[in-house]
């Protein structure tokens, strides 16, 4: 029988069992010995039956809040306050010469001229249909006068015959005839009156025909819809542009924004019309105001979208650069601690675990403001408090710990 595995069996045996039976001991050497403390032997109260009971050691930092400038800190980008694509609204050639990318245009200022081809001819010809239908009104109205006239000669006729015929003067057959006329005189007054309203439709329909043509001339013009800058070349001269075909890009930079995503731990610290600054990739550092918080979460990050906007008179800042955003709020007390002193709790709740009255360990839940170099500023903590900085993690609430207290300047 080889020797070396019954040795190898016995050490992990003898390992094991201080890692599970002596382990309180074991952490406490190990604390004590990472902190370069004194040697110090654990208080042994009495447990009932007159064993001895071990207390944990733990370093302790006392905690004393202060007030801090607490600004919401985000990263985000410049982005163009306008950006739009100009597209054509009919299809014809450009006949104009393009502007090159970069140049700078005025609101009303033309972009593309396209080729108006037919539509001058289509236009002169809805004009004179306007100009017929407008002669056609006259006739239609001196149609219904006379119509009107015959009305009142078959109304007269028709009162004479009425009263012949009381006196045996005039017959039924005719009386009967100039009833008939004045029918036949109202009926021609309709169908006139009809004719007045088909001049008028006629008229309405050829000032929208001259309207249309009108308006696919204006479209052969296209404008910048404000002052900017070209993103891109105009339609090259010659070129044919479809309905929907961009005539060019036109950013609007002065002034710009400066976008950036706030946590939902923090959307409550950033307001309409707050103070804001940021610093861009090249070093510049710009200010303005939050003039828009998003009331919707992105559903993949859970952050809200936040507006600010920079004056940018000079065009130096360009779209879509690195910046760093800080945005006021209203200050607060927190705590400067270690990161490694923060724990979870059984729930999962991010805290600390600190020492009351009595050396008793309790957890106290707690929100991060922000993260430094020196370490973490927390609330939700007493103004002065005792905070277990090490051996947090191996100890629970109501236990008794033996606390080595070490000064913040450590």
């Not at 729930?347 to 430094?372: S, Y």
């Not at 973490?376 to 277990?388: H, Q, R, S």
Request: proline share 4%; charged share 25%; glycine share 8%.
């Amino acid at each position: 029988m080889r020797i070396v595995p019954i040795i190898t069996a016995v050490l992990v045996t003898a390992a094991l069992f201080i890692l599970v039976m002596q382990r309180e001991a074991l952490i406490a050497f190990a604390v004590g010995s990472a902190q370069e403390t004194p040697e110090v032997e654990a208080e042994q109260p009495t447990a009932p039956g007159g064993k001895q009971a071990s207390v944990m050691r733990v370093v302790v930092q006392t905690s004393q809040s202060r007030e801090i400038d607490s600004a919401v800190i985000l990263r985000g980008e410049t982005e163009a306050a306008r950006q739009v694509k100009v597209r054509s609204e009919t299809t014809a050639r450009t006949i104009s010469e393009p502007l090159r990318k970069g140049s700078f245009v005025q609101e009303g200022q033309v972009l593309c001229e396209l080729d108006p081809g037919t539509r001058p001819a289509a236009l002169a010809n809805a004009k004179a249909q306007l100009a017929n239908a407008i002669a056609q009104v006259p006739q239609a109205e001196s149609r219904v006068k006379e119509a009107l006239a015959r009305l009142e000669e078959a109304q007269i006729n028709d009162t004479v015959a009425s009263e012949l015929s009381k006196d045996g003067y005039a017959s039924n057959t005719r009386v009967a005839s100039t009833q008939a006329g004045v029918k036949s005189a109202e009926a021609a007054i309709e169908s006139a009156r009809s004719g007045v309203e088909t001049a008028q439709a006629g008229i309405r329909s050829a000032e929208a025909n001259v309207e249309v043509a009108e308006t696919e001339i204006q479209r052969l013009t296209i404008t910048a819809p404000f002052a900017g800058l070209l993103e891109s070349d105009t339609a090259e001269l010659g070129s044919l542009l479809a309905a929907g075909g961009v005539c060019a890009t036109v950013i609007q930079l002065d002034p710009i924004k400066v976008v950036g995503y706030v946590p939902e731990t923090q959307v409550n610290r950033v307001s309409l019309g707050s103070l804001a600054g940021a610093r861009l990739s090249d070093g510049r550092e710009v200010r303005g105001r939050v003039t828009f918080l998003s009331r919707s979460a992105d559903p993949q990050t859970r952050t809200f979208r936040v507006d600010i906007e920079v004056a940018n008179e000079d065009m130096g800042i360009r779209d879509g650069q690195t910046a760093e955003i800080l945005i006021a709020s209203s200050g607060t007390r927190a705590h400067l601690l270690p990161q490694s002193a923060l724990t979870l709790d059984d729930g999962g709740r991010l805290g600390v675990r600190i020492v009351e009255n009595g050396d008793t360990v309790a957890f106290k839940p707690i929100t991060l403001v922000r993260d430094t170099a020196e370490g973490v500023w927390i609330t939700g903590l007493p103004e002065t408090v005792d905070v277990i900085v090490v051996g947090q993690e191996y100890v629970v609430d109501g236990v008794k710990v033996l606390p080595t207290y070490r000064e913040v300047s450590q």
